[in-house]
């Protein structure tokens, strides 16, 4: 009952939030990757330049990456670099077919080699689709509980995850 809860708070914060609040829209209207770029650029929020390595809506700065130096991303850059890279993790779980988004959105906050050796993966591999418990124990920041993180995969969950 408590998880319930928690998602419909969740959930009513999101979608007032966004645009599609003005319009009078339901997050599940929206495509599924829309839905998971709404629910990212909630949690992480638009990085600055004391943020580095962190980039945008959560990018990690990667080896040979280029950057302007003396400016943060516009909102619209890091929504444009948000999307590549979410576009590259669901890509990597193409195979997954309609658990792609919801595998591309924990790889692009935990990263993909966290993700392949997940619970979440393996029972995914075996068929086995009772993931919540495995999907939302992934919520620890430096080896502790985080709450906010629990109510974020919590989140993903509830909107991403299709039966």
Request: net charge positive; charged share 25%.
């Amino acid at each position: 009952m408590r998880k319930l809860m928690l998602f419909f708070v969740a959930l009513l914060t999101l979608v007032a939030a966004t645009p599609a609040a003005n319009a009078k829209r339901s997050i599940m209207e929206l495509p599924p990757f829309e839905r998971a770029v709404l629910i990212i650029k909630k949690f992480e929020t638009l990085h600055q330049l004391k943020h580095r390595p962190y980039y945008g809506y959560g990018h990690r700065i990667l080896p040979g990456e280029r950057f302007p130096q003396h400016r943060p991303l516009t909102e619209s850059e890091a929504d444009a670099l948000l999307r590549k890279d979410l576009k590259k993790f669901c890509a990597m779980y193409s195979k997954y077919g309609k658990d792609s988004i919801l595998l591309g959105t924990l790889a692009y906050n935990i990263g993909p080699g966290a993700v392949n050796k997940s619970s979440v993966l393996k029972k995914l591999k075996s068929g086995n689709r009772d993931i919540f418990k495995s999907y939302t124990s992934h919520c620890r920041y430096k080896g502790k509980f985080h709450k906010q993180l629990h109510q974020r995969r919590i989140m993903e969950f509830m909107v991403l995850f299709q039966k």
